[in-house]
């Protein structure tokens, strides 16, 4: 059974930091372009973040470029998400998503990174950023 498990999230004051998680078991995504998603209450889910396998390339949303770096550790079957500078509308339900083995993370650019086109999901983790 495939599984991704994000953690990492909590409350934090704005300005402040969190690194999220994603575990990723039942198989390897060493093959695929993984992502980050958020979920606001009211709002459609949006993309955050993308690392191609191999991580030699990232992706960022304008909203989070240069306060997120998205990194992965094919050997632990992990992606992380590193959030600095934080801000009170950061505040989502984040999800962990994983491509279509073998589609590069440029094909999903090209497209702006649509959720319907990630094929995993993990169950998402609350962060919520104070003023």
């Known amino acids: 059974q495939v599984q991704l498990v994000e953690s990492g999230g909590g409350l934090v004051q704005a300005g402040g930091s969190l690194r999220l998680s994603c575990a990723a078991s039942g198989r390897t995504f060493s093959g695929n372009c993984m992502g980050w998603f958020r979920q606001a209450p009211g709002k459609k889910r949006e993309f955050v973040a993308a690392i191609t396998w191999g991580g030699d390339r990232t992706y960022y949303s304008d909203s989070v470029k240069g306060r997120f770096t998205i990194s992965r550790d094919d050997a632990k079957n992990t992606v992380y998400l590193q959030m600095n500078s934080l801000k009170p509308e950061d505040t989502a339900v984040y999800y962990c998503?994983?491509?279509?083995?073998?589609?590069?993370?440029?094909?999903?650019?090209?497209?702006?990174?649509?959720?319907?086109?990630?094929?995993?999901w993990g169950q998402g983790t609350q962060v919520t950023v104070s003023s």
């Open positions: 998503a994983a491509g279509v083995a073998k589609v590069s993370c440029s094909y999903y650019e090209s497209s702006g990174h649509l959720a319907g086109q990630y094929n995993y």
